[in-house]
């Protein structure tokens, strides 16, 4: 048994923020963790390069083939440790029904208490490292500001990546202003409380996780995990939970979105937002290459949108990331040649395989895997191993700016202003390739009840639904029904102003199974009778569910082995399955509670009303 080490006496540590809140929080943090030394983070590529060199060198990034992929990292993460915690991830507001149905709740006080025990002494050994950082263009309309408390250097190089963080971002963090304290710690102390040590690991994290927030006081603490948006606090912690509470009590809006401009040949371009639930094509969509002559697409974003009322009346958006956290696998050549090219420097990975000459690799990435691999945990892997090499949710982390369809416009201080939103979720049957919403408040329905089927579209007409409302499911900081009334709210504000809403769907499939839609870089016939529409060029058929394309009015010009009569079973809408539909979602609204909006309750009663008069006419015809 050792002595115990000293700590840090408040006269030790840095204050460098004019900011004295900020100072003040700093101070306090370190004399509950003890770390033996506290660095601010100025931002700097000589910083980055610094702290990837000692991860190099302690094991929890290896160096890739300078030749192949220069300036690149991978790091593999601990099994227990490679995902989002849902299951421990909380929303401490002060009345448990403000956060609502499908969050997680804990008191907060109750919640302080537990998390002050965890922190107290958690950074011993280590560095405890202080990241200013801004959410959107620095000094821009919409941007806010945090500062991230991590004691992990991969934290502090992933969020050099994916915001804008150092000293620029402090520098705006001035006295008096709003900032969000972000306290992370992977829970791995290398001294204990009687000074007895022990040596590091290459990913050390706690088998204890709490990711939690604060949403009155504006605060996110995170404990025990090292990994993606656990840690990274500026990610969908602040971007989307506590965000959406600032945006609601504010009157903006904090969204899990994609954000492109879409131009068209005769040189109109069109900004369009995009809600997708995991898995439905969002970020290739993202980074769509368009397969239509003269259609260009350019990305703004790929995860979060935040929207706030311009001078204009009009909503305008910006993407408050500084980079893509992007799934590996499944990505490749074929599916996202943008992403990929995107990532071929200067870029983080994090548990894909590594190749015999020092690249990487993951599933859906070629159309034939490796002859050998070192696999996302270290092990030998070849083709029959009968196991993936890269982990399911293996991720990349790197700058937007290496994205080669980036829009000029992605930095516009005050945003894009946004002419459509899009909806879209993995459905096998009902939802039609696109369509269009009947006025604001069917459009909130419509995200609303957005959904994904888990089943195959043989077992049944309408299959077991996913619902994640708006793609906000897991993310969205309050009570979701007051999370649908805010998206209410904000349509009367914008009056004729507001963006047009639609849905879209690339996933139908026939009877056998089989998608009916060639998808990815296909989609932009879709959006293109969006653009359409929006331009006035192409009238809509009215229907119960809202208003469809006429077959004639999607451009299938060089879509060799597809014709019009392919068209009709993506379009097609059968009133019965629709009215069994309706029937679960308002099972699915008595879930949600009392809470649930009357307006969205008078729109799901409209839609069944105008469904069953359909019926009723067609049986009589």
Same mark, same amino acid.
């Given at each position: 048994?050792?002595?115990?080490?000293?700590?840090?006496?408040?006269?030790?540590?840095?204050?460098?923020?004019?900011?004295?809140?900020?100072?003040?929080?700093?101070?306090?943090?370190?004399?509950?963790?003890?770390?033996?030394?506290?660095?601010?983070?100025?931002?700097?590529?000589?910083?980055?390069?610094?702290?990837?060199?000692?991860?190099?060198?302690?094991?929890?990034?290896?160096?890739?083939?300078?030749?192949?992929?220069?300036?690149?990292?991978?790091?593999?993460?601990?099994?227990?440790?490679?995902?989002?915690?849902?299951?421990?991830?909380?929303?401490?507001?002060?009345?448990?029904?403000?956060?609502?149905?499908?969050?997680?709740?804990?008191?907060?006080?109750?919640?302080?208490?537990?998390?002050?025990?965890?922190?107290?002494?958690?950074?011993?050994?280590?560095?405890?490292?202080?990241?200013?950082?801004?959410?959107?263009?620095?000094?821009?309309?919409?941007?806010?500001?945090?500062?991230?408390?991590?004691?992990?250097?991969?934290?502090?190089?992933?969020?050099?990546?994916?915001?804008?963080?150092?000293?620029?971002?402090?520098?705006?963090?001035?006295?008096?202003?709003?900032?969000?304290?972000?306290?992370?710690?992977?829970?791995?102390?290398?001294?204990?409380?009687?000074?007895?040590?022990?040596?590091?690991?290459?990913?050390?994290?706690?088998?204890?996780?709490?990711?939690?927030?604060?949403?009155?006081?504006?605060?996110?603490?995170?404990?025990?995990?090292?990994?993606?948006?656990?840690?990274?606090?500026?990610?969908?912690?602040?971007?989307?939970?506590?965000?959406?509470?600032?945006?609601?009590?504010?009157?903006?809006?904090?969204?899990?979105?994609?954000?492109?401009?879409?131009?068209?040949?005769?040189?109109?371009?069109?900004?369009?937002?995009?809600?997708?639930?995991?898995?439905?094509?969002?970020?290739?969509?993202?980074?769509?290459?368009?397969?239509?002559?003269?259609?260009?697409?350019?990305?703004?974003?790929?995860?979060?949108?935040?929207?706030?009322?311009?001078?204009?009346?009009?909503?305008?958006?910006?993407?408050?990331?500084?980079?893509?956290?992007?799934?590996?696998?499944?990505?490749?050549?074929?599916?996202?040649?943008?992403?990929?090219?995107?990532?071929?420097?200067?870029?983080?990975?994090?548990?894909?395989?590594?190749?015999?000459?020092?690249?990487?690799?993951?599933?859906?990435?070629?159309?034939?895997?490796?002859?050998?691999?070192?696999?996302?945990?270290?092990?030998?892997?070849?083709?029959?191993?009968?196991?993936?090499?890269?982990?399911?949710?293996?991720?990349?982390?790197?700058?937007?700016?290496?994205?080669?369809?980036?829009?000029?416009?992605?930095?516009?201080?005050?945003?894009?202003?946004?002419?459509?939103?899009?909806?879209?979720?993995?459905?096998?049957?009902?939802?039609?390739?696109?369509?269009?919403?009947?006025?604001?408040?069917?459009?909130?329905?419509?995200?609303?009840?957005?959904?994904?089927?888990?089943?195959?579209?043989? $077992?049944? &007409?309408? *299959?077991? =639904?996913? +619902?994640?409302?708006?793609?906000?499911?897991?993310?969205?900081?309050?009570?979701? #029904? /007051?999370?649908?009334?805010?998206?209410?709210?904000?349509?009367?504000?914008?009056?004729?102003?507001?963006?047009?809403?639609?849905?879209?769907?690339?996933?139908?499939?026939?009877?056998?199974?089989?998608?009916?839609?060639?998808?990815?870089?296909?989609?932009?016939?879709?959006?293109?009778?969006?653009?359409?529409?929006?331009?006035?060029?192409?009238?809509?058929? $009215?229907? &119960?569910? *809202?208003? =469809?394309? +006429?077959?004639?009015?999607?451009?299938?010009?060089?879509?060799?082995?597809?014709? #019009? /009569?392919?068209?009709?079973?993506?379009?097609?809408?059968?009133?019965?399955?629709?009215?069994?539909?309706?029937?679960?979602?308002?099972?699915?609204?008595?879930?949600?509670?009392?809470?649930?909006?009357?307006?969205?309750?008078?729109?799901?009663?409209?839609?069944?009303?105008?469904?069953?008069?359909?019926?009723?006419?067609?049986?009589?015809?």
């Amino acid at each position: 048994m050792m002595s115990p080490q000293p700590t840090l006496s408040s006269t030790d540590i840095p204050q460098l923020s004019a900011n004295a809140d900020v100072n003040a929080w700093v101070v306090r943090t370190a004399e509950l963790t003890k770390p033996d030394r506290v660095v601010w983070c100025d931002g700097s590529q000589e910083e980055f390069d610094r702290l990837t060199d000692e991860m190099v060198e302690s094991g929890t990034l290896i160096r890739l083939n300078e030749e192949k992929r220069p300036g690149s990292f991978l790091g593999r993460s601990d099994a227990g440790d490679v995902a989002r915690v849902e299951s421990r991830t909380f929303i401490c507001s002060e009345r448990e029904e403000d956060a609502g149905p499908t969050n997680n709740w804990r008191a907060p006080a109750e919640m302080r208490a537990e998390l002050e025990r965890l922190f107290d002494g958690s950074m011993r050994g280590r560095t405890m490292y202080v990241v200013p950082f801004a959410m959107g263009p620095l000094g821009g309309a919409i941007t806010q500001y945090g500062i991230e408390i991590t004691d992990s250097p991969y934290v502090v190089a992933s969020m050099a990546l994916m915001t804008r963080s150092g000293q620029a971002a402090l520098d705006h963090i001035t006295p008096g202003s709003e900032w969000v304290p972000a306290l992370h710690s992977v829970g791995y102390p290398l001294v204990d409380a009687d000074g007895t040590s022990r040596p590091d690991v290459a990913w050390p994290h706690n088998e204890e996780k709490y990711i939690t927030h604060f949403p009155e006081t504006r605060e996110i603490i995170s404990f025990g995990s090292g990994y993606g948006g656990n840690a990274l606090l500026g990610k969908k912690c602040f971007a989307l939970r506590i965000a959406s509470v600032m945006a609601r009590d504010e009157g903006w809006m904090a969204e899990h979105m994609l954000l492109i401009q879409v131009t068209n040949p005769e040189g109109r371009t069109f900004t369009i937002t995009g809600a997708f639930p995991s898995a439905t094509g969002k970020t290739n969509l993202a980074m769509l290459q368009p397969r239509l002559p003269g259609w260009k697409v350019e990305t703004l974003g790929d995860d979060i949108v935040w929207l706030r009322k311009g001078a204009d009346g009009r909503l305008n958006a910006i993407n408050p990331e500084f980079g893509f956290f992007g799934v590996a696998p499944g990505t490749g050549y074929d599916t996202n040649p943008v992403a990929m090219t995107t990532i071929e420097r200067n870029t983080i990975f994090t548990n894909v395989a590594l190749t015999d000459d020092g690249d990487v690799w993951w599933e859906g990435m070629t159309d034939e895997a490796p002859a050998h691999l070192i696999d996302w945990q270290g092990e030998d892997w070849t083709p029959d191993s009968g196991r993936p090499a890269a982990h399911p949710n293996a991720r990349f982390t790197v700058r937007a700016e290496q994205c080669p369809t980036l829009s000029p416009d992605w930095n516009a201080p005050d945003g894009v202003p946004v002419d459509a939103i899009l909806f879209g979720g993995r459905r096998a049957t009902n939802v039609p390739l696109v369509f269009q919403s009947k006025n604001w408040e069917h459009g909130c329905f419509l995200g609303a009840t957005l959904a994904s089927e888990q089943t195959a579209a043989a $077992e049944g &007409p309408v *299959g077991k =639904l996913r +619902r994640d409302p708006f793609a906000m499911q897991p993310f969205a900081g309050y009570h979701m #029904a /007051d999370y649908w009334g805010h998206w209410l709210d904000i349509g009367a504000d914008l009056g004729d102003a507001a963006p047009a809403i639609f849905q879209v769907n690339w996933f139908r499939k026939d009877a056998d199974g089989k998608f009916l839609w060639p998808g990815f870089g296909e989609n932009v016939r879709a959006v293109k009778w969006v653009t359409d529409r929006l331009a006035g060029k192409v009238p809509a058929v $009215e229907t &119960p569910i *809202g208003n =469809l394309p +006429r077959l004639g009015d999607i451009d299938l010009e060089g879509l060799d082995g597809f014709t #019009a /009569d392919d068209l009709v079973p993506l379009f097609e809408v059968s009133d019965l399955s629709w009215l069994a539909e309706l029937d679960v979602t308002r099972e699915y609204f008595e879930e949600i509670g009392p809470k649930v909006p009357d307006a969205l309750v008078a729109q799901l009663d409209e839609v069944g009303t105008s469904l069953k008069e359909n019926l009723k006419e067609n049986a009589e015809v």
